[in-house]
């Protein structure tokens, strides 16, 4: 076996002892598509590709050729090369961020514009009624941002405790009290204040220096806020 690229000077008539070596070199060396040469003494050598001239076959590999006896060559074979599994694909689940919570002004606000009313408006009662603090309650029992009475908010569907519900329904009440008193903003808040009844049987804001002054701070803080 005539060898070349350097091995050529080391190998004589004795050449094909270097086989074993050399399939195990070749054998170690990375899998690529090309062929196995297997040689009578059953070892296989990789190869990209073969050629025979005369009773000699060159084995071209990795940029380098080796030459061996075609007596010694028993056939080839295509190699199979396994390509390497591609790494799983890793689905990253979308990271749903949940939406800051609104505040109590930016609920008053959305309320209001389902209602039709003035944003403004609907803020001052709710910063004279409680300041927009959805912990507050009064002495006389009444929760939240609206200050809504636990059977008033019976009766209007809503959970007192819970902010959003809370600001919807005492909304709610103030579009229907402005549709009863015919949009006679003094009347509807003494209603909000100190009841229908009230309001109907002294036909306007009752006597109560509460109520008075509730109805005033209100239309003072919606003025203030640029209300008309």
Aim: hydrophobic residues 40%; glycine residues 10%; proline residues 8%.
């Amino acid at each position: 076996m005539t060898l070349h690229a350097g091995l050529a000077s080391r190998v004589g008539s004795n050449s094909m002892k270097c086989v074993p070596v050399l399939a195990f070199i070749l054998a170690a060396l990375p899998a690529f598509a090309g062929e196995l040469v297997v040689l009578s003494s059953g070892l296989k050598l990789r190869a990209d590709r073969h050629e025979q001239e005369g009773t000699q076959i060159r084995l071209f590999h990795n940029g380098g050729v080796i030459e061996v006896p075609a007596t010694l060559v028993t056939g080839f074979e295509q190699e199979e090369v396994v390509a390497a599994p591609a790494p799983p694909i890793t689905e990253v689940p979308e990271v749903k961020v949940p939406p800051a919570p609104q505040s109590p002004k930016e609920m008053l606000r959305e309320a209001a514009l389902r209602s039709g009313l003035p944003p403004e408006f609907v803020q001052s009662v709710a910063l004279v009624e409680s300041g927009m603090r959805p912990d507050a309650i009064s002495p006389k029992g009444a929760i939240g941002v609206m200050q809504l009475m636990p059977g008033t908010a019976k009766v209007l569907g809503a959970d007192p405790r819970d902010t959003a519900q809370n600001i919807d329904a005492g909304t709610r009440l103030l579009r229907e009290l402005l549709v009863k008193y015919n949009g006679d903003v003094v009347k509807a808040l003494a209603a909000y204040n100190a009841g229908e009844g009230a309001v109907d049987r002294y036909q306007g804001v009752p006597p109560y220096n509460e109520t008075r002054w509730y109805v005033k701070k209100v239309i003072d803080a919606y003025q203030k806020a640029g209300g008309q």
